[in-house]
């Protein structure tokens, strides 16, 4: 299977250097303690331009989420959508954040895709 998807362009997230894996489509992005100066952006009032699921691993972390508070403890799962307004707040000092960001497109591919194979199994 071959999924094409262009919404969101390479150079989105090139400034980031704990970028783990990154296509047109598709980011894998690690937060930590080390790189969270990185995320600037996020200390202030920021609209979420990809769909976002980060998985709290390690320690808390506190934001908003369209101006309602979150604190999220490790093992937890932030599901965040496009267009959504985020802002970080704190964060413990052992915290560890993997989070997945993925175009509109992709999701709907994908979901497309899934579609298309149970149909099959039927």
């Known amino acids: 299977m071959t999924i094409h998807i262009t919404d969101i362009p390479n150079e989105s997230f090139n400034h980031y250097k704990h970028v783990l894996h990154v296509d ?3 980011a894998l992005i690690e937060i930590n ?7 600037s952006k996020f200390n202030y009032p920021y609209k979420a331009e990809a769909f976002t699921l980060c998985i709290v691993l390690k320690g808390w972390v506190k934001g908003k989420i369209n101006s309602i508070e979150y604190n999220a403890i490790a093992p937890c799962v932030i599901s ?17 954040i993997i989070c997945i960001a993925f175009t509109k497109n992709f999701a709907s591919n994908i979901a497309s895709y899934f579609k ?4 099959l199994l039927r």
């Open 80 to 96: 965040i959508y496009p267009n959504q307004i985020l802002q970080h707040d704190s964060n413990s000092e052992d915290f560890y």
């Open 24 to 26: 047109n489509e598709f």
């Open 33 to 39: 303690k080390d790189n969270i100066s990185d995320l």
């Open 116 to 119: 298309n194979e149970i149909l």
